[in-house]
């Protein structure tokens, strides 16, 4: 059963500061809600969901982490947001960086058998962000651990340390940009499902995995590392498309790999029927196509070059030619591939931190005046209760938005300002 977090009171749990925020350090003794009406919640010190306990964060919520603290889960944590109210971590700061706090950290429920599957982590609508290790997977053994419709970004590591005898986790329809590396770990157990999501702008995208309908731009050292199976994705833009260790069971099949440095780069790669590498279309690639590292010789056949010219195609190759002590790349060349471009970005609504508004009177009576900044200049104001439910919509005009409050019972509103597809960052309204 949950019951409200502000009944859970105790000094090592939480403290209300003077500005209404909620402090959490210490130990979570109890199932709770962290309500979107007593945002933000501020993780001051390590903070600890016991096991057994079930920790349900509300569409809307903010959950902010002063410097060096960490969330540590050893019971359940549900963060289930909704399209047009999504759920925040980030960093308790006006200036926040990348590593500002640890993270959360998964550990095992305690609670339940070891290895039970009771889905310790499911987020969906969240934002993640200025983690040094947003998901840490200390123990991965109560999954699965399921990651939907969310967006990470400044992070050093977004999802690291998944053991390979782990419980599946899942990232699906997920934007990843702006962080050093995104998903990790997993091994060669196949636990790791990434599907639809995009990787723009990290350093390093993901490294193992089932890899499906994935889209990586712009990854400055490498888009993907494979060592289990990516198909139907697309690389541009990148400076190593993908890097490749094609050996066990893996394959990298039906993937569009072009307007890179290095289109993909083959660690090593065996010879048997499970290893495939085809039906690939990987073209104009600025470097190399293709740059091989191991010694024995590979066949590529089967995968599409946008050219029929032999000598073309072997010069945009680095094999043995190039290093005798590397293996030679047998390929075939047609012209017979046709261009698939990458499906639109599916990400959540945002919250647009370079913009803000100012909201005067407030406390209101009467009415309240809604001014965003300087550079937005369509946008909706949308005016909740403190259960969660629109009480006041309407489209917002150049300059100041006045706001009639009379119709609306007296007490806490949150407002929403909506430019476009981003959330300019939520205010309180009291009402009198």
Same mark, same amino acid.
């Given at each position: 059963m949950f019951r409200p977090l502000i009944t859970l009171i105790g000094v090592l749990f939480f403290s209300f500061s003077v500005n209404a925020q909620v402090n #959490?350090? @210490? +130990? =979570? *003794? /109890?199932?709770? =809600?962290? *309500?979107?009406? &007593?945002?933000?919640?501020? =993780? !001051? +010190?390590?903070? &600890? =969901? %016991?096991?057994g306990v079930n920790v349900l964060v509300e569409p809307g919520a903010v959950v902010k982490f002063k410097r060096g603290a960490k969330l540590i889960v050893r019971g359940n944590l549900r963060a289930i947001g909704t399209k047009t109210d999504s759920i925040l971590f980030t960093a308790d700061t006006s200036a926040p960086y990348v590593g500002y706090y640890q993270g959360i950290q998964v550990e095992v429920n305690g609670g339940v058998s070891f290895g039970q599957k009771t889905t310790q982590i $499911? %987020?969906? *609508?969240?934002i993640g962000e200025y983690a040094s290790e947003f998901i840490k997977f200390k123990s991965a053994y109560n999954g699965p651990y399921i990651f939907r419709h969310s967006r990470f970004a400044n992070n050093r590591y977004v999802c690291k340390e998944i053991a390979q005898s782990a419980h599946e986790v899942y990232y699906d329809n997920c934007l990843f940009h702006n962080n050093y590396s995104c998903v990790t770990g997993g091994g060669e157990s196949h636990k790791v499902y990434i599907t639809n999501c995009w990787f723009l702008n990290n350093a390093y995208g993901s490294s193992g995995g089932h890899v499906s309908n994935c889209v990586y731009k712009g990854n400055t050292v490498e888009g993907a590392y494979l060592y289990q199976e990516i198909e139907n994705s697309y690389f541009f833009e990148n400076k190593i498309g993908a890097r490749l260790d094609m050996h066990h069971d893996t394959r990298f099949v039906n993937n569009e790999v072009f307007n890179n440095e290095i289109g993909i780069e083959i660690d090593r790669m065996g010879i048997a029927s499970h290893i495939v590498l085809t039906n690939n279309r990987i073209? $104009? /690639?600025?470097s190399f196509n293709v740059k091989y590292d191991h010694t024995n010789n590979i066949d590529l056949s @089967?995968?599409?070059?946008?050219? /029929?010219? $032999? !000598? &073309?195609?072997? +010069?945009? #190759?680095?094999? +043995? *030619?190039? /290093?005798p002590v590397l293996g030679l790349i047998k390929f075939d060349s047609h012209l017979n591939c046709g261009i698939r471009l990458p499906p639109p970005m599916s990400i959540p609504t945002t919250v647009d931190r370079e913009n803000t508004f100012t909201m005067h009177p407030n406390p209101a009576t009467g009415y309240t005046a809604i001014e965003p900044q300087t550079g937005v200049y369509k946008y909706d104001v949308i005016v909740n209760d403190v259960q969660g439910r629109i009480v006041l919509s309407l489209v917002g005009q150049v300059g100041k938005t006045v706001i009639n409050t009379r119709p609306l019972t007296p007490g806490m509103y949150i407002v929403q300002v909506r430019n476009g597809d981003k959330v300019l960052p939520i205010r309180k309204l009291v009402v009198r």
């Open positions: #959490i350090a @210490g +130990g =979570i *003794y /109890n199932d709770a =809600i962290f *309500y979107k009406s &007593f945002s933000p919640y501020v =993780i !001051s +010190g390590d903070a &600890f =969901i %016991m096991p $499911q %987020m969906e *609508y969240c073209c $104009q /690639n600025t @089967g995968n599409c070059w946008c050219s /029929n010219d $032999q !000598s &073309f195609i072997s +010069g945009k #190759i680095f094999d +043995g *030619y190039d /290093n």
